[in-house]
């Protein structure tokens, strides 16, 4: 089983960047899809992009397409989440998850994953 620890999060100026990682310990890390989902306060859990697991397929939400990028290296059983241009409103705290990948697609839907690392803070100042 894999278990998912994300670093990364922090402070940072409304238009910034920010690289978020996630760590997997466990040895099929390549058998998992893995998805970005984020939770703002007295918001619900949203999905934010997801990668296969070979990487052949990613898929964003459309509000941050063209300025988040989902990458994950195999071998060294992480996946990161690359922020550009964030907005204050993108401030939440941001989960990386995990899902046995059969089919090589990307589920959008957070109930669709089963391992989840513990978050961490994304805060966007104005």
């Known amino acids: 089983q894999v278990q998912l620890v994300e670093s990364g999060g922090g402070l940072v100026q409304a238009g910034g960047s920010l690289r978020l990682s996630c760590a997997a310990s466990g040895r099929t890390f390549s058998s998992y899809g893995l998805g970005w989902f984020r939770q703002a306060p007295g918001k619900e859990r949203e999905f934010v992009g997801g990668?296969?697991?070979?990487?052949?397929?990613?898929y964003y939400e459309d509000s941050v397409k063209g300025r988040f990028t989902i990458s994950r290296d195999n071998a060294k059983s992480t996946v990161d989440l690359q922020m550009n241009s964030l907005e204050h409103e993108e401030t939440a705290i941001y989960y990386c998850?995990?899902?046995?990948?059969?089919?090589?697609?990307?589920?959008?839907?957070?109930?669709?994953?089963?391992?989840w690392g513990q978050g961490t803070q994304v805060t966007v100042s104005k």
């Open positions: 998850a995990a899902r046995l990948d059969k089919s090589g697609r990307v589920s959008i839907y957070s109930e669709a994953y089963d391992l």
């Open positions: 990668i296969s697991r070979n990487g052949d397929n990613m």
